[in-house]
């Protein structure tokens, strides 16, 4: 039986980690986009289809993936499904992504 260790955790080292799970769901450009469309709102499978410009299987791969990593949400519409960003601090650091890298766009 090994010793109890009296080791405290440091609640920076959560937040670290959460943080960069985050930005590992923000660090491809596919991803990137898919999420910036999300900002202004939800929106439906269709929807970011035709925002991206991308197909019904990525757009919805890429959803189904981003629900498990917590970063969206989605709720019943009818027949449809309407996706939102899930956490209330992304939206902000989208923003200021698109602020930063996309002031002409």
Same mark, same amino acid.
Request: charge should be negative.
């Given at each position: 039986?090994?010793?109890?260790?009296?080791?405290?955790?440091?609640?920076?080292?959560?937040?670290?980690?959460?943080?960069?799970?985050?930005?590992?769901?923000?660090?491809?450009?596919?991803?990137?986009?898919?999420? *910036?469309?999300?900002?202004?709102?939800?929106?439906?499978?269709?929807?970011?289809?035709?925002?991206?410009?991308?197909?019904?299987?990525?757009?919805?791969?890429?959803?189904?993936?981003?629900?498990?990593?917590?970063?969206? *949400? *989605?709720?019943?519409?009818?027949?449809?499904?309407?996706?939102?960003?899930?956490?209330?601090?992304?939206?902000?650091?989208?923003?200021?992504?698109?602020?930063?890298? *996309?002031?002409?766009?």
């Amino acid at each position: 039986m090994e010793p109890l260790s009296n080791t405290v955790v440091d609640p920076m080292d959560a937040a670290a980690e959460e943080a960069a799970a985050v930005l590992k769901a923000l660090s491809n450009p596919g991803r990137l986009r898919l999420l *910036c469309a999300l900002v202004p709102g939800d929106r439906t499978v269709g929807e970011l289809e035709t925002a991206l410009g991308a197909s019904q299987s990525y757009v919805s791969g890429e959803l189904l993936r981003r629900r498990g990593d917590g970063v969206v *949400c *989605c709720v019943r519409d009818g027949r449809s499904m309407r996706y939102s960003l899930s956490d209330p601090r992304i939206r902000p650091l989208l923003e200021r992504v698109y602020e930063l890298f *996309c002031p002409d766009i």
